[in-house]
T-cell receptor, first 116, second 111 residues
Framework: GAVVSQHPSWVICKSGTSVKIECRSLDFQATTMFWYRQFPKQSLMLMATSNEGSKATYEQGVEKDKFLINHASLTLSTLTVTSAHPEDSSFYIC????????????FGPGTRLTVL | RKEVEQDPGPFNVPEGATVAFNCTYSNSASQSFFWYRQDCRKEPKLLMSVYSSGNEDGRFTAQLNRASQYISLLIRDSKLSDSATYLCVVNMWGRDDKIIFGKGTRLHILP
């Protein structure tokens, strides 16, 4: 089945540093990918929709200058958390639809970010 | 055994009927459980959290059975607008945080 991977799976960083998270569709092309975050015991929150070759669409309340999204190819989207702070500590999850492949959404395993 | 399993369906149900589906999970350390609703090619939206005591929200009832390791979703008096894919999501928090998505159950409400 279709697989979406994320790297790294977990990261610990100091406050003020930037962290890049990669989301890859391993065996299919994905024009559109989604980035979510989830705080412990809370629901998923959509942050942005990542579109290959164009700017990401951010949800209301999500700072586009803080959460930089780059969808440079049909199999890779990156989320960079700039100048991370402890309140950015969360689980970041990406997902993708297979292009021309129906409406099944494939989720990555998530990246656990801890900002000290 | 898959970590989270759902019957993919589709469930074709006449409007007004009651429909229920389950989601089984393999890890007894799972702590949080959710049902999400997902419309075609859109992001999933939280339908309801699932508590040990069971919870109800209007026509929707969710239950957790820890002994048998499954959660269920019951929809009463189904509406055409209930047609969607229902995702089961299981979380574990602690030393190794994990979030596991089911593949979803497709529901079609027929007029």
């Amino acid at each position: 089945g279709a697989v979406v991977s994320q790297h790294p799976s977990w990261v610990i960083c100091k406050s003020g540093t930037s962290v890049k998270i990669e989301c890859r569709s391993l065996d299919f092309q994905a024009t559109t990918m989604f980035w979510y975050r989830q705080f412990p015991k809370q629901s998923l929150m959509l942050m942005a929709t990542s579109n290959e070759g164009s700017k990401a669409t951010y949800e209301q309340g999500v700072e586009k200058d803080k959460f930089l999204i780059n969808h440079a190819s049909l199999t890779l989207s990156t989320l960079t958390v700039t100048s991370a702070h402890p309140e950015d500590s969360s689980f970041y999850i990406c997902s993708a639809y297979r292009d021309r492949g129906g409406d099944t959404q494939y989720f990555g395993p998530g990246t656990r970010l801890t900002v000290l | 055994r898959k970590e989270v399993e759902q019957d993919p369906g589709p469930f074709n149900v006449p409007e007004g009927a009651t429909v229920a589906f389950n989601c089984t999970y393999s890890n007894s350390a799972s702590q949080s459980f959710f049902w999400y609703r997902q419309d075609c090619r859109k992001e999933p939206k939280l339908l309801m959290s699932v508590y040990s005591s069971g919870n109800e929200d209007g026509r929707f009832t969710a239950q957790l059975n820890r002994a048998s390791q499954y959660i269920s979703l019951l929809i009463r008096d189904s509406k055409l607008s209930d047609s969607a894919t229902y995702l089961c999501v299981v979380n574990m928090w602690g030393r190794d945080d994990k979030i596991i998505f089911g593949k979803g159950t497709r529901l079609h409400i027929l007029p």
